[in-house]
T-cell receptor
Framework: DAKTTQPPSMDCAEGRAANLPCNHSTISGNEYVYWYRQIHSQGPQYIIHGLKNNETNEMASLIITEDRKSSTLILPHATLRDTAVYYCIVRVRTKTSGSRLTFGEGTQLTVNP | GAVVSQHPSRVICKSGTSVKIECRSL??????MFWYRQFPKQSLMLMAT?????????EQGVEKDKFLINHASLTLSTLTVTSAHPEDSSFYIC??????????????FGPGTRLTVL
């Protein structure tokens, strides 16, 4: 799986948009970009994933650059409960492929009141 | 949907004893479950991949005789830490892969089990 690079920490004001970047310059054509987050002392929570088109769900939006070498996770209106470590992971997504997720160090997002 | 539970959520044991942690997929069948370990201020590290009805596949450096994994049904996998020592104290997290529905092949994580070995 391709390696990802994320800033170690970010701060965001409550109510503002949080934009979390991720670099994955070695991503291959069949690898998806996944985002998970982990609130302190809890298991990781799936947020969103995408291949090349921008994606949006009830939690967040995922913007993937045209060359797919980087992406941004957007939390449109951050709340205090969004304080967590956010992990960007790239991997192949097929029914028969291995599903191992390799977690990097992630970005510690702190939402401030 | 796609809920994974773990039991217990927290356990304290004496050195030398064995501890069993259960991981259950509550509303889906999981042919594959994964066990991770997380030390304080570190990221998750995959320990092993558990496939229903077959032997688990362990990551390099993980002792299979110390961390026994059993995946006897499509909704339950167990991790037994045998002869636990203080250095085994960690946060153990399982995940299950959902084969069915729209979320096929996605992994959903349990809430984790905090193990403290005295």
């Amino acid at each position: 799986d391709a390696k990802t690079t994320q800033p170690p920490s970010m701060d965001c004001a409550e109510g503002r948009a949080a934009n979390l970047p991720c670099n994955h310059s070695t991503i291959s054509g069949n690898e998806y970009v996944y985002w998970y987050r982990q609130i302190h002392s809890q298991g990781p929570q799936y947020i969103i994933h995408g291949l090349k088109n921008n994606e949006t769900n009830e939690m967040a939006s995922l913007i993937i650059t045209e060359d797919r070498k980087s992406s941004t996770l957007i939390l449109p209106h951050a709340t205090l409960r969004d304080t967590a470590v956010y992990y960007c992971i790239v991997r192949v997504r097929t029914k028969t492929s291995g599903s191992r997720l390799t977690f990097g160090e992630g970005t510690q997002l702190t939402v401030n009141p | 949907g796609a809920v994974v539970s773990q039991h217990p959520s927290r356990v304290i044991c004496k050195s030398g004893t064995s501890v069993k942690i259960e991981c259950r997929s509550l509303d889906f069948q999981a042919t594959t479950m994964f066990w991770y370990r997380q030390f304080p201020k570190q990221s998750l590290m995959l320990m092993a991949t558990s496939n229903e009805g077959s032997k688990a596949t362990y990551e390099q450096g993980v002792e299979k005789d110390k961390f026994l994994i059993n995946h006897a049904s499509l909704t339950l996998s167990t991790l037994t830490v045998t002869s636990a020592h203080p250095e085994d104290s960690s946060f153990y997290i399982c995940s299950a892969r959902d084969w069915g529905g729209q979320s096929y092949n996605e992994q959903f994580f349990g809430p984790g089990t905090r193990l403290t070995v005295l």
